[in-house]
Each structure stands twice: as C-alpha cells, then as structure tokens.
C-alpha cells in the first residue's frame, strides 16, 4: 500500500467529495475510495448505497469497515485485498456483491450473505481465509460459476472450513 492515510478534495470539485479522510461521490451515493494506509476503522456515511470497485483495494491495514444498511451493491474487487479485515457485516439490503469482491481477504473468517442479495460475481470470496459463510435464504440467484467454489486455494486452508450454508433455492 501507498503510504496515504486520508484524502482531501478541493470545494469546488463537481464530482467528488471528502468525509473522514475517505472520498465519496458528491451526492454521497458512491463510495469512491479509502486511503490505502488507512489504519483506523472506517464507518462509511448513511446514505451510501454503492461501494465503488476497488474502493477499499490494498488496504492492507484496515481490520473493521461498518456499511450502512443503505448498501444496496458492493462492486468489483471491493475490498480487495484487505488482508487485516477481520470484522464486516454485510447490510440487510444489499442485492450484489461484484466479483472478487473480498478477493484475498485473508483475515475474514466468518461472513453472512443477506436474503436480499440475488447476485454474487465470480470468485467473490477467491483467496479468503472463511471458515464459516452463510446464505440467507433469497429469491432469483444469480452466482457466478465460480462464486462459492473457488475458496480453496494456496492461501486458504480447506480443512479449517467448518460451515457452509445455502438456502434451499440455491
């Protein structure tokens, strides 16, 4: 990671705007970015109702994200690679999680999809350190093919996988 621990953006900026040292989109709906050697945990900003792609990638140092209820998507690659994360719930309301969205999250070891999510993209959870992942019961799947069944690989350990639960419509 970079060594940048917060972010400002100038007043007159039509796009974006900072809060907390952390960059949304000016109407506040977007999640645009975390700084990379941000140590602290973040509470992103009620309202928000997307997570932009890569918006937390390479925050290597960052162990706990609080989202809003008002989450509705998380993007691509999301949180990619924050290795240190160790608490996140997903919100009640959240309907798609982009692909490889936790990708090498390998300090996560325990999440629940939500019953309103309906799609999850390819290798959401590739290179995770999950012992425990839960789906809620949902209506209309949609999964990529290699959404669930990719968590095994160099950097996870599959005989730590103690649970893995899906909705009877998976």
């Known amino acids: 990671s970079t060594g940048v621990s917060a972010f400002s953006v100038a007043g007159q900026n039509s796009a974006f705007v900072a809060q907390d040292g952390c960059i949304y989109s000016k109407d506040k709906a977007t999640f645009v970015r975390c700084a990379p050697a941000r140590r602290d945990a973040v509470r992103i900003a009620d309202g928000v109702t997307s997570i932009a792609p890569r918006a937390f990638d390479g ?93 095994a690989d160099s950097s996870t350990n599959p005989e730590k996988f103690n649970f893995l639960l899906f909705p009877d419509n998976f």
């Open 59 to 151: 925050c290597t140092a960052l162990s706990a994200i609080e989202l809003p209820d008002s989450v509705t998507e998380i993007g691509l690659l999301a949180f990619g690679s924050c290795a240190s994360l160790t608490s996140l719930t997903l919100p009640k309301q959240l309907a798609v999680i982009g692909k490889q969205a936790f990708f090498g999250c390998t300090s996560l070891q325990s999440l629940t999809v939500p019953a309103s999510t309906i799609s999850v993209g390819s290798r959401a959870f590739y290179r995770c350190a999950l012992t425990e992942l839960a789906f809620a019961q949902s209506e209309g799947w949609h999964y990529g093919r290699k959404t669930v069944f990719d968590l």
